[in-house]
Protein backbone atom coordinates (compact mmCIF):
# COMPACT_ATOMS: atom_id res chain seq x y z
CA UNK A 1 0.00 0.00 0.00
CA UNK A 2 1.22 3.52 -0.77
CA UNK A 3 0.69 6.15 1.43
CA UNK A 4 0.72 9.08 -0.93
CA UNK A 5 1.23 12.69 0.24
CA UNK A 6 -0.40 14.31 -3.11
CA UNK A 7 1.36 18.55 -3.78
CA UNK A 8 -0.72 20.01 -5.89
CA UNK A 9 -3.91 18.15 -5.77
CA UNK A 10 -6.05 20.81 -6.91
CA UNK A 11 -4.21 20.82 -10.73
CA UNK A 12 -4.19 18.67 -13.50
CA UNK A 13 -1.57 16.35 -12.41
CA UNK A 14 -3.17 16.25 -8.96
CA UNK A 15 -6.33 15.48 -10.93
CA UNK A 16 -4.82 12.25 -12.93
CA UNK A 17 -3.45 11.25 -9.24
CA UNK A 18 -6.73 11.00 -7.83
CA UNK A 19 -8.14 9.29 -10.67
CA UNK A 20 -5.36 6.45 -10.44
CA UNK A 21 -6.04 6.50 -6.52
CA UNK A 22 -9.97 6.06 -7.06
CA UNK A 23 -9.10 3.17 -9.27
CA UNK A 24 -6.75 1.09 -7.13
CA UNK A 25 -8.09 1.83 -3.53
CA UNK A 26 -6.45 -1.23 -2.23
CA UNK A 27 -2.82 -0.21 -3.41
CA UNK A 28 -3.01 3.53 -2.88
CA UNK A 29 -4.22 5.51 0.14
CA UNK A 30 -4.08 9.22 -0.03
CA UNK A 31 -2.52 10.88 3.50
CA UNK A 32 -2.34 14.21 2.69
CA UNK A 33 -3.66 17.15 0.11
CA UNK A 34 -2.59 20.13 -0.64
CA UNK A 35 -3.82 23.03 -2.64
CA UNK A 36 -3.10 27.26 -3.14
CA UNK A 37 -6.23 28.95 -2.98
CA UNK A 38 -8.72 26.67 -4.34
CA UNK A 39 -10.46 25.94 -1.12
CA UNK A 40 -13.96 24.61 -2.37
CA UNK A 41 -11.58 21.40 -4.40
CA UNK A 42 -9.68 21.00 -1.56
CA UNK A 43 -12.62 20.77 0.68
CA UNK A 44 -14.63 18.38 -1.74
CA UNK A 45 -11.59 16.11 -1.81
CA UNK A 46 -11.54 16.08 1.72
CA UNK A 47 -14.77 14.81 1.65
CA UNK A 48 -14.29 12.23 -0.58
CA UNK A 49 -11.02 10.77 0.59
CA UNK A 50 -10.91 11.58 4.03
CA UNK A 51 -6.89 12.27 4.08
CA UNK A 52 -5.23 12.95 7.70
CA UNK A 53 -4.32 16.43 6.93
CA UNK A 54 -5.04 19.22 4.02
CA UNK A 55 -3.57 22.09 3.53
CA UNK A 56 -4.35 25.86 2.24
CA UNK A 57 -0.45 26.89 0.97
CA UNK A 58 -1.91 30.26 1.20
CA UNK A 59 -2.35 31.33 4.82
CA UNK A 60 -5.06 34.20 3.88
CA UNK A 61 -7.28 31.39 2.82
CA UNK A 62 -6.97 29.63 5.57
CA UNK A 63 -10.00 30.81 7.30
CA UNK A 64 -11.93 30.46 4.48
CA UNK A 65 -10.90 26.81 4.49
CA UNK A 66 -11.33 26.08 8.67
CA UNK A 67 -15.25 27.41 7.67
CA UNK A 68 -15.82 24.90 5.06
CA UNK A 69 -14.17 22.17 6.16
CA UNK A 70 -15.50 22.27 9.80
CA UNK A 71 -19.65 22.16 8.89
CA UNK A 72 -18.73 18.15 6.70
CA UNK A 73 -17.86 15.81 9.48
CA UNK A 74 -14.54 15.09 7.57
CA UNK A 75 -11.87 14.38 10.42
CA UNK A 76 -9.12 16.20 8.15
CA UNK A 77 -6.66 18.73 9.92
CA UNK A 78 -5.97 21.84 8.16
CA UNK A 79 -3.13 23.35 7.86
CA UNK A 80 -1.90 26.53 6.09
CA UNK A 81 1.28 28.03 4.68
CA UNK A 82 4.78 26.94 3.49
CA UNK A 83 5.45 25.08 6.55
CA UNK A 84 1.78 23.30 6.05
CA UNK A 85 3.18 22.01 2.78
CA UNK A 86 6.70 20.52 4.63
CA UNK A 87 4.28 19.09 7.35
CA UNK A 88 2.15 16.95 4.35
CA UNK A 89 5.14 15.67 3.09
CA UNK A 90 6.40 14.89 6.79
CA UNK A 91 3.34 13.05 8.21
CA UNK A 92 3.78 9.88 9.28
CA UNK A 93 3.26 6.84 7.22
CA UNK A 94 3.61 8.76 4.20
CA UNK A 95 6.18 7.18 1.72
CA UNK A 96 5.56 8.84 -1.96
CA UNK A 97 5.10 12.50 -2.64
CA UNK A 98 3.54 13.06 -5.76
CA UNK A 99 5.04 16.89 -6.61
CA UNK A 100 2.51 18.30 -8.84
CA UNK A 101 2.62 21.99 -7.92
CA UNK A 102 3.23 24.49 -10.59
CA UNK A 103 6.80 26.55 -10.42
CA UNK A 104 9.40 27.49 -7.79
CA UNK A 105 6.55 27.56 -4.64
CA UNK A 106 6.93 23.41 -5.25
CA UNK A 107 10.60 23.69 -4.64
CA UNK A 108 11.30 23.60 -0.76
CA UNK A 109 8.79 20.39 0.09
CA UNK A 110 9.72 18.83 -3.41
CA UNK A 111 13.56 18.99 -1.84
CA UNK A 112 12.18 17.70 1.51
CA UNK A 113 10.53 14.58 -0.18
CA UNK A 114 13.77 13.71 -1.53
CA UNK A 115 15.62 14.86 1.22
CA UNK A 116 13.09 12.22 3.75
CA UNK A 117 14.12 9.52 0.64
CA UNK A 118 10.10 9.22 -0.08
CA UNK A 119 9.38 7.46 -3.88
CA UNK A 120 8.95 11.10 -5.28
CA UNK A 121 6.97 11.39 -8.59
CA UNK A 122 8.46 14.19 -9.81
CA UNK A 123 6.20 16.47 -12.21
CA UNK A 124 7.45 19.81 -10.29
CA UNK A 125 10.26 20.34 -12.69
CA UNK A 126 10.74 23.82 -11.90
CA UNK A 127 12.26 22.42 -8.87
CA UNK A 128 14.87 20.10 -10.52
CA UNK A 129 16.15 22.98 -12.87
CA UNK A 130 16.63 25.64 -10.47
CA UNK A 131 18.60 23.29 -7.82
CA UNK A 132 19.71 20.67 -10.25
CA UNK A 133 22.81 19.13 -8.59
CA UNK A 134 21.99 20.09 -5.41
CA UNK A 135 18.85 18.14 -5.54
CA UNK A 136 20.25 14.79 -7.49
CA UNK A 137 22.72 14.82 -4.52
CA UNK A 138 20.17 15.02 -1.88
CA UNK A 139 18.17 11.83 -3.68
CA UNK A 140 21.57 9.76 -4.04
CA UNK A 141 22.42 10.43 -0.12
CA UNK A 142 18.66 9.94 1.14
CA UNK A 143 18.37 6.89 -1.12
CA UNK A 144 14.78 8.51 -2.68
CA UNK A 145 13.50 7.20 -5.89
CA UNK A 146 13.05 10.32 -8.28
CA UNK A 147 10.33 8.83 -11.20
CA UNK A 148 10.02 11.17 -13.57
CA UNK A 149 6.62 11.82 -14.59
CA UNK A 150 6.81 14.62 -17.24
CA UNK A 151 6.08 12.18 -19.93
CA UNK A 152 8.93 12.15 -22.15
CA UNK A 153 11.70 11.69 -18.92
CA UNK A 154 9.14 9.30 -17.83
CA UNK A 155 9.18 7.61 -21.42
CA UNK A 156 13.57 7.79 -21.20
CA UNK A 157 13.15 6.03 -17.50
CA UNK A 158 11.20 3.22 -19.31
CA UNK A 159 14.20 2.68 -22.02
CA UNK A 160 16.73 2.48 -19.96
CA UNK A 161 17.83 -0.87 -18.47
CA UNK A 162 16.15 -0.60 -14.49
CA UNK A 163 15.40 2.95 -15.13
CA UNK A 164 19.28 3.88 -14.94
CA UNK A 165 21.82 5.88 -17.82
CA UNK A 166 24.74 4.28 -15.91
CA UNK A 167 26.98 2.53 -18.29
CA UNK A 168 24.03 1.44 -20.31
CA UNK A 169 25.62 2.13 -23.74
CA UNK A 170 23.24 5.72 -24.27
CA UNK A 171 24.45 7.69 -27.12
CA UNK A 172 21.63 10.14 -27.33
CA UNK A 173 18.73 10.81 -25.63
CA UNK A 174 15.16 12.47 -27.58
CA UNK A 175 12.54 14.18 -26.33
CA UNK A 176 9.54 14.68 -28.10
CA UNK A 177 7.46 18.07 -28.47
CA UNK A 178 4.34 18.69 -29.86
CA UNK A 179 5.39 21.73 -30.87
CA UNK A 180 2.20 23.55 -29.13
CA UNK A 181 -0.78 25.63 -30.72
CA UNK A 182 1.75 28.12 -32.58
CA UNK A 183 3.57 25.43 -34.46
CA UNK A 184 2.79 26.53 -37.54
CA UNK A 185 2.28 30.26 -37.02
CA UNK A 186 4.49 33.07 -38.92
CA UNK A 187 6.38 35.42 -36.37
CA UNK A 188 3.81 38.46 -37.19
CA UNK A 189 1.34 36.42 -35.74
CA UNK A 190 2.78 35.28 -32.73
CA UNK A 191 3.63 38.78 -31.35
CA UNK A 192 -0.32 39.10 -30.90
CA UNK A 193 -0.93 35.49 -29.72
CA UNK A 194 -3.52 36.01 -26.76
CA UNK A 195 -3.18 33.60 -23.88
CA UNK A 196 -6.55 31.51 -24.32
CA UNK A 197 -4.99 30.50 -27.18
CA UNK A 198 -1.70 30.30 -25.64
CA UNK A 199 -3.62 27.81 -23.53
CA UNK A 200 -5.45 25.63 -25.85
CA UNK A 201 -3.14 23.06 -26.63
CA UNK A 202 -3.36 20.50 -29.28
CA UNK A 203 -2.93 17.40 -27.88
CA UNK A 204 -2.45 17.74 -24.09
CA UNK A 205 -4.97 19.29 -20.83
CA UNK A 206 -2.16 21.09 -18.79
CA UNK A 207 -2.26 23.79 -16.34
CA UNK A 208 -1.85 27.24 -17.99
CA UNK A 209 1.59 27.97 -16.73
CA UNK A 210 2.71 24.84 -18.59
CA UNK A 211 0.50 25.16 -21.48
CA UNK A 212 2.22 28.23 -22.17
CA UNK A 213 5.75 26.96 -22.05
CA UNK A 214 4.49 24.13 -24.25
CA UNK A 215 3.38 27.12 -26.66
CA UNK A 216 6.78 29.09 -26.31
CA UNK A 217 8.71 25.96 -26.63
CA UNK A 218 10.35 26.52 -22.98
CA UNK A 219 8.46 23.86 -21.74
CA UNK A 220 11.43 21.55 -23.78
CA UNK A 221 14.12 23.77 -23.21
CA UNK A 222 13.38 23.01 -18.93
CA UNK A 223 13.24 19.60 -19.88
CA UNK A 224 16.37 19.17 -21.54
CA UNK A 225 17.46 21.10 -18.34
CA UNK A 226 15.80 18.32 -16.44
CA UNK A 227 17.02 15.67 -18.77
CA UNK A 228 20.70 15.98 -18.11
CA UNK A 229 20.03 16.05 -14.35
CA UNK A 230 18.32 12.98 -14.59
CA UNK A 231 20.13 11.04 -16.41
CA UNK A 232 23.64 12.99 -16.51
CA UNK A 233 24.23 13.23 -20.12
CA UNK A 234 25.78 16.68 -21.32
CA UNK A 235 23.50 18.46 -23.28
CA UNK A 236 25.08 17.71 -26.91
CA UNK A 237 23.55 14.42 -26.62
CA UNK A 238 19.86 15.53 -25.40
CA UNK A 239 18.07 16.14 -28.34
CA UNK A 240 14.39 17.48 -29.12
CA UNK A 241 12.53 16.88 -32.10
CA UNK A 242 8.86 18.52 -32.59
CA UNK A 243 6.57 15.41 -33.51
CA UNK A 244 3.03 16.89 -33.55
CA UNK A 245 1.26 13.41 -32.89
CA UNK A 246 2.51 12.92 -29.18
CA UNK A 247 2.54 9.57 -29.93
CA UNK A 248 6.28 8.75 -29.34
CA UNK A 249 7.41 10.47 -25.67
CA UNK A 250 10.77 9.73 -25.48
CA UNK A 251 13.51 7.45 -27.27
CA UNK A 252 17.05 6.63 -26.40
CA UNK A 253 19.33 5.62 -29.16
CA UNK A 254 22.33 3.15 -27.63
CA UNK A 255 25.86 2.47 -29.22
CA UNK A 256 24.65 -0.30 -31.05
CA UNK A 257 22.20 1.21 -33.45
CA UNK A 258 19.12 0.22 -31.55
CA UNK A 259 16.46 2.75 -30.79
CA UNK A 260 14.17 2.40 -28.08
CA UNK A 261 11.04 4.58 -28.08
CA UNK A 262 8.10 4.32 -25.46
CA UNK A 263 5.00 5.09 -27.11
CA UNK A 264 1.06 5.59 -26.14
CA UNK A 265 -2.02 7.70 -26.42
CA UNK A 266 -1.34 10.99 -24.97
CA UNK A 267 -2.87 11.07 -21.23
CA UNK A 268 -0.57 11.95 -18.17
CA UNK A 269 -2.13 8.70 -16.18
CA UNK A 270 0.22 6.83 -17.87
CA UNK A 271 3.40 8.36 -16.57
CA UNK A 272 2.01 8.49 -12.95
CA UNK A 273 0.94 5.11 -12.67
CA UNK A 274 4.39 4.29 -13.85
CA UNK A 275 5.80 6.09 -11.04
CA UNK A 276 3.52 4.80 -8.82
CA UNK A 277 3.41 1.17 -9.44
CA UNK A 278 6.94 0.93 -11.19
CA UNK A 279 8.31 -1.77 -11.89
CA UNK A 280 4.77 -3.39 -11.72
CA UNK A 281 2.02 -1.71 -14.42
CA UNK A 282 -1.13 -1.80 -12.90
CA UNK A 283 -4.31 -0.44 -15.38
CA UNK A 284 -4.84 2.87 -16.03
CA UNK A 285 -7.49 3.82 -17.69
CA UNK A 286 -5.76 5.11 -20.23
CA UNK A 287 -7.14 4.34 -23.91
CA UNK A 288 -4.79 1.69 -25.66
CA UNK A 289 -2.92 2.92 -28.65
CA UNK A 290 -4.06 2.36 -32.18
CA UNK A 291 -1.18 3.08 -34.57
CA UNK A 292 -3.66 2.70 -37.63
CA UNK A 293 -5.76 5.11 -35.92
CA UNK A 294 -2.94 7.17 -35.16
CA UNK A 295 -1.77 7.64 -38.71
CA UNK A 296 0.94 8.96 -39.91
CA UNK A 297 3.90 9.65 -37.26
CA UNK A 298 5.89 12.94 -38.68
CA UNK A 299 8.95 14.67 -36.60
CA UNK A 300 11.10 17.15 -37.40
CA UNK A 301 13.48 19.68 -35.97
CA UNK A 302 12.49 22.64 -33.85
CA UNK A 303 12.35 26.53 -35.38
CA UNK A 304 14.25 28.20 -32.44
CA UNK A 305 14.19 31.47 -34.53
CA UNK A 306 10.09 31.45 -33.96
CA UNK A 307 11.02 30.05 -30.53
CA UNK A 308 13.66 31.05 -28.98
CA UNK A 309 13.35 30.15 -25.54
CA UNK A 310 14.36 26.45 -26.23
CA UNK A 311 18.09 27.48 -27.38
CA UNK A 312 18.29 30.18 -24.20
CA UNK A 313 17.42 26.68 -21.97
CA UNK A 314 20.37 25.38 -23.49
CA UNK A 315 22.47 28.44 -22.63
CA UNK A 316 21.05 28.53 -19.10
CA UNK A 317 22.55 24.76 -18.84
CA UNK A 318 25.79 25.72 -20.32
CA UNK A 319 26.26 28.79 -18.20
CA UNK A 320 25.88 26.12 -15.05
CA UNK A 321 25.73 27.40 -11.29
CA UNK A 322 22.24 29.86 -11.12
CA UNK A 323 21.32 30.55 -14.72
CA UNK A 324 18.76 27.66 -14.93
CA UNK A 325 17.17 29.56 -11.74
CA UNK A 326 17.28 33.00 -12.80
CA UNK A 327 15.80 32.17 -16.66
CA UNK A 328 12.75 30.00 -14.62
CA UNK A 329 12.17 32.76 -12.60
CA UNK A 330 12.53 35.05 -15.45
CA UNK A 331 10.12 33.09 -17.01
CA UNK A 332 7.70 32.13 -14.63
CA UNK A 333 7.58 36.06 -13.86
CA UNK A 334 6.64 36.66 -17.85
CA UNK A 335 4.39 33.80 -18.17
CA UNK A 336 2.39 35.24 -15.08
CA UNK A 337 2.86 38.83 -17.08
CA UNK A 338 1.16 37.56 -20.45
CA UNK A 339 -1.33 35.23 -18.46
CA UNK A 340 -2.42 38.65 -16.62
CA UNK A 341 -2.36 40.85 -20.06
CA UNK A 342 0.13 43.11 -19.27
CA UNK A 343 2.72 41.88 -21.54
CA UNK A 344 2.70 40.13 -25.28
CA UNK A 345 3.59 36.68 -26.28
CA UNK A 346 6.75 36.98 -27.64
CA UNK A 347 7.51 39.70 -24.80
CA UNK A 348 8.27 36.45 -22.69
CA UNK A 349 11.46 35.38 -24.63
CA UNK A 350 12.56 38.76 -25.04
CA UNK A 351 12.64 39.25 -21.06
CA UNK A 352 14.05 35.64 -20.51
CA UNK A 353 17.05 36.50 -22.62
CA UNK A 354 17.45 39.71 -21.32
CA UNK A 355 17.63 38.24 -17.69
CA UNK A 356 20.15 35.67 -19.12
CA UNK A 357 22.03 38.31 -20.66
CA UNK A 358 21.93 40.67 -17.73
CA UNK A 359 21.64 39.51 -14.99
CA UNK A 360 24.56 37.91 -13.14
CA UNK A 361 24.48 34.41 -12.65
CA UNK A 362 26.76 32.62 -9.70
CA UNK A 363 27.57 29.38 -7.89
CA UNK A 364 24.02 27.12 -7.04
CA UNK A 365 26.00 25.61 -3.72
CA UNK A 366 23.04 26.43 -1.50
CA UNK A 367 19.17 26.42 -1.32
CA UNK A 368 20.08 29.90 -0.51
CA UNK A 369 21.92 31.24 -3.32
CA UNK A 370 19.47 29.45 -5.54
CA UNK A 371 16.41 31.64 -3.93
CA UNK A 372 18.08 34.91 -3.93
CA UNK A 373 19.36 34.56 -7.14
CA UNK A 374 15.47 33.81 -8.12
CA UNK A 375 14.01 36.67 -5.99
CA UNK A 376 16.24 38.65 -7.57
CA UNK A 377 15.36 37.84 -11.00
CA UNK A 378 11.71 38.07 -10.03
CA UNK A 379 12.09 41.70 -8.62
CA UNK A 380 14.09 42.62 -11.88
CA UNK A 381 11.27 41.55 -14.43
CA UNK A 382 8.72 43.72 -12.45
CA UNK A 383 10.60 46.37 -12.81
CA UNK A 384 11.54 45.86 -16.79
CA UNK A 385 7.54 45.48 -17.07
CA UNK A 386 6.75 48.32 -15.55
CA UNK A 387 8.95 50.32 -17.72
CA UNK A 388 6.99 49.33 -20.44
CA UNK A 389 7.63 47.25 -22.90
CA UNK A 390 5.14 46.88 -25.26
CA UNK A 391 4.72 43.43 -26.10
CA UNK A 392 1.85 43.53 -28.16
CA UNK A 393 3.33 45.85 -31.21
CA UNK A 394 5.33 43.59 -33.41
CA UNK A 395 7.67 46.59 -34.18
CA UNK A 396 9.17 46.50 -30.95
CA UNK A 397 13.09 45.76 -30.84
CA UNK A 398 14.15 42.74 -28.31
CA UNK A 399 14.02 44.20 -24.51
CA UNK A 400 17.45 44.96 -23.99
N1 LIG B 1 -0.37 19.07 -16.52
C1 LIG B 1 0.42 18.23 -17.13
O1 LIG B 1 -0.01 17.46 -17.97
C2 LIG B 1 1.90 18.23 -16.82
C3 LIG B 1 2.74 17.40 -17.56
C4 LIG B 1 4.09 17.35 -17.23
C5 LIG B 1 4.58 18.12 -16.20
N2 LIG B 1 3.74 18.95 -15.50
C6 LIG B 1 4.29 19.78 -14.43
O2 LIG B 1 3.53 19.53 -13.25
C7 LIG B 1 3.45 20.73 -12.47
C8 LIG B 1 1.97 21.03 -12.23
O3 LIG B 1 1.37 21.33 -13.47
P1 LIG B 1 -0.22 21.38 -13.64
O4 LIG B 1 -0.46 21.46 -15.09
O5 LIG B 1 -0.84 20.27 -12.85
O6 LIG B 1 -0.54 22.79 -12.97
P2 LIG B 1 -1.95 23.33 -12.47
O7 LIG B 1 -3.06 22.59 -13.10
O8 LIG B 1 -1.89 24.80 -12.61
O9 LIG B 1 -1.95 22.96 -10.90
C9 LIG B 1 -1.03 23.54 -10.03
C10 LIG B 1 -1.24 23.04 -8.62
O10 LIG B 1 -0.28 23.72 -7.77
C11 LIG B 1 -0.99 24.49 -6.78
N3 LIG B 1 -0.27 25.75 -6.60
C12 LIG B 1 -0.18 26.78 -7.46
N4 LIG B 1 0.57 27.77 -6.93
C13 LIG B 1 0.97 27.35 -5.72
C14 LIG B 1 1.74 27.94 -4.67
N5 LIG B 1 2.26 29.17 -4.78
N6 LIG B 1 1.96 27.21 -3.55
C15 LIG B 1 1.44 25.97 -3.41
N7 LIG B 1 0.67 25.37 -4.36
C16 LIG B 1 0.46 26.04 -5.50
C17 LIG B 1 -2.38 24.73 -7.37
O11 LIG B 1 -3.32 25.02 -6.35
P3 LIG B 1 -4.66 25.90 -6.68
O12 LIG B 1 -5.54 25.01 -7.50
O13 LIG B 1 -5.22 26.19 -5.36
O14 LIG B 1 -4.19 27.11 -7.43
C18 LIG B 1 -2.62 23.39 -8.06
O15 LIG B 1 -3.00 22.42 -7.11
C19 LIG B 1 4.18 21.81 -13.26
O16 LIG B 1 5.49 21.91 -12.79
C20 LIG B 1 4.18 21.27 -14.69
O17 LIG B 1 5.30 21.72 -15.43
C21 LIG B 1 2.42 19.01 -15.79
Same mark, same amino acid.
Given at each position: ?R?I ?5 ? *? ?16 L ?11 D??V ?5 F?P ?7 P ?6 R ?11 L????E??LE &???L?? @? ?6 ? @???A ?9 R &? ?5 L ?7 M ?5 M *??A????A ?15 L???S ?8 L?L ?10 D?? &? ?5 P !? ?8 S ?12 M?? *? ?12 S?D?I ?12 M??? &??G??L?Q ?22 ? @???L??V ?10 DT ?5 L ?9 G ?12 ? !?V ?5 G??G ?6 I???A??S ?6 DS??? @?????S ?14 A???P ?6
Amino acid at each position: MRQICLLGAT *GSIGSSTLDLIRRHPGELTLKAVTAYRSVDELVRLCREFAPELAVVADPEFRESARRALSGTGVATRLESGPEGLLE &AVALDG @VDTVVAGI @VGSAGLAPTLAAVR &AGHRVLLANKEALVMTGELFM *GAARESGALVMPVDSEHNAIFQCLPRGSADGAGIETLVLTASGGPFRSWDAA &ALESATP !AQACDHPTWSMGRKISVDSATLMNK *GLEVIEAHYLFGLSQDRIRVLIHPESIVHGMVNY &ADGSTLAQMGTPDMRTPIASGLFWPRRLPAG @VEPLDLVKAGTLSFHEPDTKRFPCLALARRALEEGGTAPAVLNAANES !AVQFFLDGRIGFMEIARINARALDSLPSGPADSVEA @VLEADSRTREQVVQWVKAGPAGSDPNRQPAD
